[in-house]
């Protein structure tokens, strides 16, 4: 859906694209009003299977004149046996954000240190990056529990920090 939107906000006049962002949102809905309800069961979620059939009949039958509608119609259809992965099994979350958050201290790294790294380096960062993050989940201050010198978190007595967000 960001993916979405981001087009429609790069091409604002695209009729097609806003067309394509308009069915998939009104798809998305229900199923998101379901979720809320009823949270992530395959039970009461299957019953959007339908829906999602009818969207990629109308969506795959179209033949667009735009090359970024093309472009999201492809995309649709080559991700189409795993967007709604969601539907068949409990407990599947229906977006990507802890992936998408994970992956980008991944994509951070990789720019800072311009280009490769190798296994160790990745090792090494995934460790340091484990610990940040649970040092702003338990509101401490990254730094301060480096230079505590303590092992574990929970024996850290260190300032917390209310303003400490990742980057």
Same mark, same amino acid.
């Given at each position: 859906?960001?993916?979405?939107?981001?087009?429609?906000?790069?091409? =604002?006049?695209?009729?097609?694209?806003? &067309?394509?962002? &308009?069915?998939?949102?009104?798809?998305?809905? =229900?199923?998101? #009003?379901? *979720?809320?309800?009823?949270?992530?069961?395959?039970?009461?979620?299957?019953?959007?299977?339908? !829906? %999602?059939?009818?969207?990629?009949?109308?969506?795959?039958? /179209?033949?667009?004149?735009? @090359?970024?509608?093309?472009?999201?119609?492809? /995309?649709?259809?080559?991700? /189409? #046996?795993?967007?709604?992965?969601?539907?068949?099994?409990?407990? %599947? =979350?229906?977006?990507?954000?802890?992936?998408?958050? !994970?992956?980008? +201290?991944?994509?951070?790294?990789?720019?800072?240190?311009? $280009?490769?790294?190798?296994?160790? $380096?990745?090792? #090494?960062?995934? %460790?340091?990056?484990?610990?940040?993050?649970?040092? *702003?989940?338990?509101?401490?201050?990254?730094? #301060?529990?480096?230079? +505590? $010198?303590?092992? /574990?978190? @929970?024996?850290?007595? $260190?300032?917390?920090?209310?303003?400490?967000? =990742?980057?």
């Amino acid at each position: 859906m960001r993916d979405l939107n981001g087009h429609l906000y790069k091409e =604002p006049f695209n009729q097609e694209i806003k &067309q394509i962002v &308009q069915e998939f949102a009104t798809l998305l809905k =229900p199923m998101i #009003d379901t *979720i809320d309800r009823f949270g992530l069961r395959a039970r009461f979620l299957k019953k959007h299977k339908v !829906a %999602v059939a009818r969207f990629y009949a109308a969506l795959l039958c /179209r033949k667009y004149n735009t @090359e970024l509608a093309e472009k999201i119609q492809t /995309r649709l259809k080559r991700n /189409r #046996d795993k967007l709604f992965t969601f539907l068949d099994y409990d407990n %599947v =979350p229906w977006n990507n954000n802890n992936a998408e958050h !994970a992956v980008k +201290s991944f994509a951070a790294l990789r720019k800072i240190i311009g $280009g490769s790294t190798n296994e160790r $380096g990745i090792q #090494d960062y995934v %460790v340091l990056l484990s610990i940040f993050q649970t040092c *702003i989940y338990r509101g401490i201050d990254f730094f #301060d529990y480096l230079r +505590s $010198g303590e092992r /574990r978190i @929970e024996d850290n007595d $260190g300032e917390r920090a209310s303003n400490l967000r =990742p980057r």
